[in-house]
């Protein structure tokens, strides 16, 4: 068999000839690539680590191995996680591969997340296991037989399993199996439940929440051992994937509500929530700039659980110590769960005590800046009020320069360690208290109203609801001084129209003042004894608005 190349050699170069013969196509030759070419050409593996690190986690399997099922090979296991979860780049990725009764297998989990005692119980009775002892179903005696642990599932997908893993759970891949055991092997670094730091109380109960999700629905269920309490589990965050549960008693709550809060979950598109629940907050709630708190955060079960027996949604997120409540009015932020723990008598007037302070926390200094701007408004048994001596500094710049004191001593407060707080507050009350005085440069007036409106704001059961108040105060205060009696009535009636436009999930923030509800504002003006709160909160809309059947109220009043 001839060359073609060198038959087409052979050929007649003459016209005649090569004009009646059809002309030969000869192929081609690639050239020989350029060495530096090869050097220069990029891994299409590491084009995508750096160009396409916004791939959401199940695409990124499909990009690696083709699908999102679980490989029957062990191998392919490890490559892909490998790549998707930095299997042998990240230290607290476990693979650890192992053979039981004949069959190999592998565990999957993340070294700070599993249960030591639990992982070695599973192990140990894994390694009694003989080719004997396993039926033709390899993973459903495994799973079955083999595994002493309540919580374990099978799973198909490997996207699946790796949220898991990375939530703290643990996985075993059996070689030649399409499926996956998952356990629940978690055991988080967590502290145990102390008495909340804001919610204190004289009288009650000494736990609250701690950062781990798990164990703070456990206390309240502690509490409610109802089986309508319902706990709805979502992952909020693409990259951090959030644990976050919704709390509700299901034949007292409105579905309506539940459905709007579940929604708006569901559709939070973001990386993640490092920050948690305020984070989760502004995501679902909003609020815009109205400084004015939509949701209530507690750190204490007893207060989370009343909440839920009014038909409230409670929200914990992973990570918090603090739950949210909501929906909520202004006057739910006004109440400490230390009214409750005393007698009616008591708890209305520590109830009362603390609306003064509240009160004196918005509108003492305004009212006091606008009596000394007007003397001839001051009544004839307050003719004592006014500053006695002047200062260098006006009276509006006196407050601001004590506010940012204030604040500025606050910050230094929570960034101080504790030995050194006393110290820290005696400085600063000789600097701004005395000898800002004895120098002229306030009034001793201003430092006095100014400590007492201070004090309320502290009294102020939520922090949300004091931080709100303060701004309300300080733009009060410039309103007085820039229009005297006009300033202040047109500054209080805008904060009763802001107030009023405020809603929480289309319930009214000044309920029960408005719209107003004479039996409610007494229940909030008065602390009832628990057999006279037959009701639940009607802005609820509620389900079952009664606490007491019919029954046990005849009985109550026999």
């Not at 495994?142 to 002493?148: A, G, R």
């Not at 302070?357 to 003719?383: C, D, N, Q, Y």
Request: hydrophobic fraction near 40%; charge should be negative; proline fraction near 7%.
């Amino acid at each position: 068999m001839q060359d073609p190349n060198a038959q087409a050699a052979e050929e007649p170069e003459s016209g005649k000839e090569s004009a009646a013969l059809p002309p030969k196509t000869v192929e081609a030759k690639e050239p020989p690539q350029d060495s530096s070419k090869e050097k220069n050409k990029v891994d299409p593996r590491q084009k995508k680590r750096d160009t396409e690190r916004s791939d959401s986690l199940e695409e990124s399997i499909i990009y690696w191995q083709g699908h999102d099922e679980i490989p029957p090979l062990l191998e392919d296991t490890k490559n892909t996680l490998t790549e998707v979860m930095g299997l042998g780049s990240s230290f607290d990725v476990v693979f650890r591969e192992m053979s039981f009764g004949g069959h190999k297998a592998a565990l999957l989990c993340i070294s700070g997340f599993a249960k030591d005692t639990i992982m070695d119980e599973i192990l140990k009775r894994l390694t009694y296991l003989t080719p004997e002892n396993l039926s033709t179903d390899v993973f459903a005696s495994f799973m079955n037989q083999y595994i002493p642990h309540i919580q374990v599932e099978k799973g198909q997908l490997l996207s699946e399993c790796i949220n898991k893993v990375m939530s703290g759970m643990s996985a075993i891949f059996i070689e030649g199996e399409t499926q996956v055991i998952v356990m629940d092997t978690r055991a988080y670094p967590s502290r145990n439940p102390d008495e909340p730091s804001i919610e204190r109380v004289v009288r009650g109960s000494r736990d609250g929440f701690t950062e781990t999700l798990l164990s703070n629905v456990a206390l309240v269920r502690r509490r409610i051992r109802d089986p309508g309490l319902k706990y709805e589990m979502h992952q909020v965050g693409r990259r951090t994937r959030t644990d976050v549960c919704v709390a509700y008693i299901d034949d007292i709550v409105d579905k309506t509500q539940v459905k709007a809060v579940t929604d708006k979950i569901k559709s939070v598109n973001v990386d993640g929530i490092p920050l948690a629940d305020k984070q989760l907050e502004e995501a679902i709630v909003g609020g815009g700039w109205n400084p004015y708190p939509l949701v209530r955060y507690s750190e204490r079960p007893d207060t989370v659980a009343s909440h839920l027996l009014e038909g409230r949604v409670v929200i914990f997120v992973d990570t918090s110590p603090s739950v949210m409540v909501l929906p909520t009015t202004f006057f739910d932020l006004c109440q400490h769960a230390e009214e409750n723990r005393q007698t009616p008598f008591m708890g209305t007037y520590l109830r009362w005590v603390r609306f003064i302070g509240i009160f004196a926390s918005m509108f003492l200094l305004p009212l006091w800046m606008l009596l000394v701007l007007h003397p001839e408004l001051k009544p004839p048994m307050l003719e004592f009020i006014g500053p006695q001596k002047t200062a260098h500094i006006p009276l509006l710049a006196q407050f601001l320069i004590v506010e940012l004191g204030v604040d500025l001593l606050r910050m230094a407060a929570v960034h101080t360690p504790t030995p050194l707080g006393s110290a820290m507050g005696l400085i600063a009350a000789i600097l701004v208290g005395d000898i800002a005085v004895q120098t002229g440069l306030f009034v001793n007036e201003v430092v006095l109203y100014m400590a007492v409106a201070s004090i309320g704001m502290f009294a102020t059961p939520s922090y949300e609801l004091g931080l709100a108040n303060r701004i309300v105060r300080l733009a009060l205060l410039i309103a007085v001084a820039a229009f005297q009696v006009p300033g202040f009535m047109i500054g209080s009636t805008l904060l009763v129209v802001l107030l009023t436009m405020h809603r929480s999930y289309n319930s009214s923030y000044l309920w029960p003042f408005i719209p107003f509800n004479a039996k409610a504002m007494g229940e909030i003006l008065l602390r009832q004894p628990v057999l006279n709160s037959k009701t639940r909160p009607s802005f609820n809309k509620t389900r079952d608005n009664t606490r007491m059947p019919p029954i046990q109220e005849n009985e109550q009043q026999s």
